[in-house]
């Protein structure tokens, strides 16, 4: 009996500073109806999904900022995306800003079944930009300001969605999936589904300001495309996109197989749900041939991975006469 199951990828054009959570979830929830429309068991909205992308403003003072994080998941605020997906029977992965009890403050995702119970969280450990107001850059980009780096690893978690039964589901969030490594992690616990969100601006603001608008969308498919290639893994990653205050974030929202293939892609910058038939047992396939970790990986060479952060010159050579 093949195990198929049916996901969507809930792009959210752009949500302004003066938007409410209202807003968003307003949207949110026609776009899960448009889910059910098409048969979808499984949505995965945006990173930060309920807000504009807020590191890119400065506060001095970082509590000045909580408005725009959550300190209970579900809150009053977000109940009509919970209703929605209890009404319609679907499982659904949100990006939120998190500030727990304790006062910590987290880039965060979470699953959550059809009946609202969360499955499993994840906080961002790959947190791109830096802390303090940079006069040099036209944008800025204060992850490293707001958030304090995930504590929870990249968990994978085997859970009943729709008509596939257990699936293996991992996630991470925008930049993470730049990194090799946090796909591997992955892939050593036999992900099926990786279920990503993201925010990135068209512009490299580290790049003087410019960057082709074409490279910032090929280094984003290019990392999800050989992340899921590699780790024999779908994965949905899903754009918050277009101009947010001035601010243009990249769309380009994708499903990806475990050949590493497109098989849906966003086409505007807005509200736009993409739609793929997933066979799992694909994942299979991958993990039993080329990449069958416990044949062919030899991590007594991979040490320096785990052991080092930045790069190192390497010995130099040089002619003997
Ligand atoms: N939200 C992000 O993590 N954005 C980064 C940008 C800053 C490069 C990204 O990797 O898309």
């Not at 959570?21 to 930060?48: D, I, K, N």
């Amino acid at each position: 009996m093949p195990r198929r199951l049916t996901v969507a990828a809930a792009q959210l054009g752009p949500i302004q500073k003066s938007d409410g959570r209202e807003v968003a979830v307003q949207r949110m929830v026609r776009l899960l109806e448009w889910a059910h429309t098409r048969g979808a068991e499984l949505v995965v909205f945006p990173e930060l999904a309920l807000t504009t992308f807020f590191p890119r403003w400065y506060h001095e003072d970082i509590r000045e900022a909580d408005r725009w994080f959550e300190t209970e998941m579900p809150n009053p605020a977000v109940a009509p995306l919970f209703e929605a997906a209890r009404r319609y029977g679907i499982a659904f992965h949100l990006g939120y800003a998190e500030k727990t009890p304790e006062g910590r403050r987290f880039n965060t995702a979470a699953f959550f079944a059809p009946s609202g119970e969360m499955v499993f969280k994840y906080r961002k450990i790959h947190l791109p930009g830096h802390r303090d107001y940079d006069p040099v850059r036209k944008v800025q980009h204060l992850e490293k300001r707001y958030f304090e780096v995930g504590d929870l690893g990249f968990p994978v978690v085997r859970a009943p969605v729709g008509s596939a039964g257990p699936v293996n589901l991992g996630m991470m969030i925008c930049n993470d999936r730049r990194w090799p490594e946090a796909w591997r992690v992955l892939g050593l616990q036999q992900v099926e589904l990786v279920m990503l969100g993201y925010n990135t601006p068209s512009m490299n603001s580290e790049n003087k300001g410019f960057e082709a608008h074409h490279l910032r969308v090929l280094h984003s498919h290019l990392s999800v495309q050989a992340g899921c290639y590699q780790n024999a893994t779908f994965g949905v990653a899903t754009a918050k996109a277009g101009v947010e205050d001035g601010h243009e974030l990249i769309g380009h929202s994708v499903i990806v197989n475990p050949q590493g293939e497109i098989m849906a892609q966003a086409t505007t910058w807005d509200d736009e749900l993409i739609v793929a038939d997933c066979d799992l047992d694909l994942c299979a396939f991958g993990r039993r041939t080329v990449f069958d970790f416990a044949r062919h990986r030899r991590p007594e060479a991979y040490t320096r991975i785990t052991a080092q952060t930045g790069s190192v010159p390497p010995p130099e050579w040089t002619p003997s006469r």
